[in-house]
Nanobody, 116 residues
Framework: QVQLVESGGGLVQPGESLRLSCAAS????????MRWYRQSPGKEREWVAL????????NYADFVKGRFTISRDNAKNTVYLQMDRLKPEDTAMYYC?????????WGQGTQVTVSS
């Protein structure tokens, strides 16, 4: 079955970095666009970043542009989110997402907390 497993979250101070990973299985990863979303308590889930199947095209929400970088390794069936210059407002549960054969799949999420 399709599985998306995120890892790499944690507690960091403002200005520090984290790298999230999402390991995929159960579908043809190399043809699937992948996305990262996040959700803070009391707020709706919001889109963060997108990467095309080849990795050649990426897109970012304005609030992370210039600080976050999405990438993928199709040989490892893994998508990454490098998060630099983290801010307290980046605190959220981060989820990876893939749409394969018109079905949408989510991981269980990984918590990122930015606090001094």
């Amino acid at each position: 079955q399709v599985q998306l497993v995120e890892s790499g979250g944690g507690l960091v101070q403002p200005g520090e970095s984290l790298r999230l990973s999402c390991a995929a299985s159960g579908f043809t990863f190399k043809i699937t666009p992948m996305r990262w979303y996040r959700q803070s308590p009391g707020k709706e889930r919001e889109w963060v970043a997108l990467i095309s199947p080849t990795g050649l095209t990426t897109n970012y929400a304005d609030f992370v542009k210039g600080r976050f970088t999405i990438s993928r390794d199709n040989a490892k069936n893994t998508v990454y989110l490098q998060m630099d210059r983290l801010k307290p407002e980046d605190t959220a549960m981060y989820y990876c997402n893939g749409v394969y054969l018109a079905n949408q799949y989510w991981g269980q999420g990984t918590q990122v907390t930015v606090s001094s």
